[in-house]
């Protein structure tokens, strides 16, 4: 079997920068460290931390006052921090550099006056803590429909889900310009997310199918099978090398691979290295 790695594959700048902190924060903590939510959304990098001795909480009320606290690369609001502060906790930020922006800009259009609409998913704790930092009064949107069925807001300021994919964005940004009088635009989305996109999409169409790895709760990821899935329909999108049946890849000689920028590039290796072993063989055999 054919398989050919798409660029810009795997851990990016803020998920890189994420591991090293925390790595650091172990190695160097002669307490006991906890992690505010999943550190990334990736299961072989959250189970290997907590083999580690690294505790993955919900809220700071099971955080004690000697012990060391990571807040994961998705970032909180700024209540929470002052809450970590007023406990004299010790505090290490992983937030990724792209979420921080997106943080700062959602401020300044409500410091500023205007109505906050960020495109992404409700749920996802990037959005939470980026909808926090305009002091929960920001409209969250992840379709075009429900764009148009807002109604109109005279000065508008839109932010995006830092891992969304750049056409989604610009299919609901075209709707929103016909409901609001100003809109104000800040670009908040990840630029090594973007290049990850685009690469994997220009690889999609010179394979017969592509196989996208990386945590189920990864967005990124979601992201990169959705685009991918917009070129070519046959795309697999799986964890690890444990979930390849072969029988998916009958009929097949050349196949992609790409994968979510929280994903290990020894996970990613795995991959490609089951996928080479199957043999070809012809469609209907």
């Not at 795309?235 to 029988?247: F, G, K, P, T, Y």
């Amino acid at each position: 079997m054919d398989v050919i790695v798409a660029d810009n594959a795997g851990f990016c700048f803020g998920v890189k920068r994420a591991i090293k902190m925390a790595n650091d924060t172990m190695d160097g903590a002669g307490m006991r460290v906890k992690s505010l939510g999943s550190l990334i959304h990736n299961p072989q990098v959250v189970n290997s931390f907590r083999e580690r001795g690294l505790e993955v909480v919900e809220d700071l009320d099971s955080v004690d006052s000697e012990d060391t606290v990571i807040i994961r690369s998705h970032g909180v609001g700024p209540e929470l921090r002052q809450d970590a502060a007023a406990r004299g906790l010790k505090v290490v930020d992983t937030t990724c550099p792209f979420v921080t922006k997106a943080q700062q800009y959602a401020a300044k259009l409500i410091a500023d006056g205007y109505k906050v609409v960020m495109i992404g998913d409700k749920d996802h704790p990037e959005v939470i803590g980026v909808v926090a930092h305009t002091q929960n009064r920001a409209i969250v949107i992840n379709t075009v429909a429900e764009a148009e069925a807002l109604k109109f807001i005279p000065r508008m300021g839109v932010v995006f889900q830092t891992t969304h994919s750049i056409g989604h964005v610009q299919e609901i940004v075209g709707a929103l310009l016909k409901r609001g009088k100003e809109v104000r635009v800040f670009n908040t989305l990840c630029g090594a997310t973007t290049s990850m996109q685009k690469t994997a999409i220009e690889l999609s169409s010179e394979v017969e199918a592509m196989v996208i790895v990386g945590g189920r709760q990864s967005a990124n990821t979601a992201q990169l099978a959705e685009v991918c899935r917009r070129v070519n329909p046959r795309v697999l999108q799986i964890e690890s090398a444990d979930e390849i049946r072969e029988d998916w890849f009958q009929g097949l000689s050349r196949v992609g691979v790409s994968a979510g920028a929280s994903t290990p590039d020894e996970v990613i290796a795995d991959v490609v290295d089951r996928i080479t072993r199957i043999e070809p063989s012809p469609a209907g055999a």
